[in-house]
């Protein structure tokens, strides 16, 4: 690699609040936040929305949709048409 030209690559905390999980990695990603990991030291912290611990397909917590409803608002729409396929 070119030196001088790519980002500082570093070990970054990840931490998904609605699942209260956090893992440490390397990235280039960039915070001004920080947070003191299990072992000490004092790393960058990127808060993401979800992960493995929050996502329904990891988790298996479907969500439940209308599915019903969406069917009965298609058919006032656009109608309903009796045998056609």
Known sequence: M????HPA???????DK????AFLTRSTATSAKTVVWEDGVTYPVIDVEISSASHPFYTGNAR????AGR???FER???HR???R
């Open 71 to 73: 069917v009965e608002r």
């Open 82 to 84: 009796p045998g056609a």
């Open 18 to 21: 609605a699942g209260d999980f």
């Open 2 to 5: 070119k030196p001088g030209i």
């Open 77 to 79: 729409r656009y109608g």
């Open 9 to 15: 690559y570093r070990p970054v905390v990840f931490r």
């Open 64 to 67: 439940v949709l209308d599915t």
